[in-house]
């Protein structure tokens, strides 16, 4: 079956760290990854995304890259600020409609 | 603002009550979503309808859950003789027509609680 699993949080870093929150999944196909992020109270915000192997999706200083070998769509960034505080999900729609999400990982930046 | 708007935002019910979701779709939307956020938990499909069909109701449990999506009007998901376990964020995503690979946008969530 189709499955998402994300690196458990909380995730505490400091103002400036560097960020990465690991995501691997199983599919049958070719499917789209994504990543989400939902701020205290809101809704999900699309972050970015891939459609294919090998592609490099990025936003906000965020990137993902879509790695078949390693079924894995790793999401990193650089310098993380205070306002970057929220829970991110990893998704793969399997080549429908059916957004498979993974459980979520929390991240808390500390100024 | 022209995303995707639910409401209630927060809504309260007694057990055995009706709760009722309402979901407006982006504008030129017409493929809508439901997914149920427990506590703690990544959102879970539910259903998904386009003007007057559900599409794919597999995800939504039989009993005492319905949505519609009418010609005119928002859709509603309704849960009637809500239970302590339907207390959860409901979100609402909406797509445009054509290709359904497009990514979703979300609504805010409603977030039901169940006394």
């Known amino acids: 079956g189709n499955s998402v699993t994300q690196m458990e949080g909380p995730v505490t870093l400091s103002e400036e760290a560097f960020l990465t929150i690991n995501c691997t999944y199983t599919a049958t196909g070719y499917p789209s990854l994504f990543w989400y992020v939902q701020y205290p109270g809101e809704g999900l915000q699309l972050l970015l995304k891939a459609t294919k192997a090998d592609d490099k999706g990025s936003n906000k200083g965020f990137e993902a890259t879509y790695r078949k070998e390693t079924t894995s769509f790793h999401l990193e960034k650089g310098s993380v600020q205070v306002s970057d505080s929220a829970v991110y999900f990893c998704a793969l729609v399997p080549g429908t409609y059916k957004y498979i999400f993974g459980t979520g990982t929390r991240l808390k930046v500390l100024a | 603002n022209a995303g995707v708007m639910q409401n209630p935002r927060h809504l309260v019910r007694r057990r055995g009550q009706e709760a009722r979701l309402r979901c407006s779709p982006m504008k030129g939307h017409s493929h809508v979503y439901w997914y149920r956020q427990l506590p703690e938990e990544g959102l879970k499909f539910m259903v998904y309808?386009?003007?007057?069909?559900?599409?794919?109701e597999s995800g939504m449990p039989k009993e005492r859950f319905s949505a519609e999506f009418p010609k005119e009007g928002p859709s509603i998901l309704r849960i009637q003789q809500v239970v302590r376990g339907d207390s959860a964020a409901y979100f609402c995503?909406?797509?445009?027509?054509?290709?359904?690979?497009?990514?979703?946008?979300f609504g805010d969530g409603t977030r039901l609680s169940i006394l």
């Open positions: 995503a909406s797509s445009p027509p054509g290709d359904r690979s497009q990514p979703q946008h």
């Open positions: 309808l386009q003007k007057e069909n559900i599409i794919d």
